[in-house]
């Protein structure tokens, strides 16, 4: 050593580091989440995480969430209300903004939906803003369990891993993230080879039984995305007519 009391650092010393953290890695591989599946799973639940801390812990005593306050008082209508209310019904008085418009008076399923996730939440959480947030971020995790289940349609999930403006979607409440997921499970359904819509073995109702369900939603969902519900509809058309020219093909060849 150069100097008393100074601990020299040698090559060997440097190898057993670096081995050691060599080692350290691939004990992380073996982590399940790593290794039996691949690793842009694992971030779509870091994703889903960031968006519960920041509906958990972002402050509800001022609007910090672009109208998220309308949303939110359009959502606790439903709370104690089944039907909807008529323009300008005194019960609904909370919702409208400044400008004078109600998102209780658009063709919006999701406003009763989450709703009567709060009212379960209300026990439990005791905060309106903090269980209707939460039933945002519990449409993402539905998602991400999905891509963790069904190995194959992780290229259609991970679009949600494209932008963290996605990920604040689902942190906070508002019209958004209902239509996103429910057009999510579309490209699902469309994409996935062992979907009930790709299986030729069942009859055309039950086939699409679950697309037309999920077209409905998307309808009574916001505006914005109902070209997106043509685009499906053009793909599923599409998927059909493909695969009415490959049974004529064969045929062919058969004949």
């Not at 004990?27 to 690793?39: D, H, M, Q, V």
């Not at 062992?194 to 086939?207: P, W, Y």
């Amino acid at each position: 050593s150069a100097f008393p009391g100074t601990l020299e650092i040698t090559p060997s010393m440097n190898h057993e580091r670096t081995m050691g953290l060599t080692q350290q890695l691939s004990r992380l591989w073996n982590i399940p989440i790593f290794s039996k599946y691949e690793l842009y799973r694992g971030l779509l639940f870091v994703a889903v995480a960031l968006s519960l801390a920041m509906a958990v812990f972002s402050t509800t005593s001022k609007q910090v969430h672009h109208d998220e306050y309308d949303h939110i008082n359009a959502a606790r209508f439903y709370i104690e209300h089944w039907l909807p209310p008529s323009v300008a019904d005194p019960r609904a008085l909370d919702s409208y903004s400044l400008y004078g418009a109600s998102y209780l008076n658009e063709w919006d399923i999701v406003y009763p939906i989450a709703g009567k996730f709060a009212k379960l939440l209300q026990p439990i959480v005791g905060n309106d803003s903090i269980a209707l947030r939460l039933f945002n971020v519990s449409l993402f995790l539905i998602l991400a369990c999905i891509a963790l289940y069904r190995r194959n349609e992780i290229l259609a999930f991970a679009i949600l891993l494209m932008s963290p403006q996605i990920w604040y979607v689902f942190s906070y409440f508002n019209g958004d993230a209902f239509p996103m997921f429910v057009s999510m499970l579309i490209a699902g359904i469309l994409a996935s080879s062992r979907s009930i819509f790709n299986d030729r073995t069942r009859s055309a109702l039950i086939r699409y039984g679950g697309l037309g369900v999920c077209l409905g939603l998307l309808v009574l969902s916001k505006k914005t995305f109902w070209a997106f519900g043509l685009f499906s509809i053009a793909c599923a058309a599409w998927i059909e007519i493909a695969h009415y020219g490959r049974g004529r093909t064969a045929l062919t060849l058969i004949s």
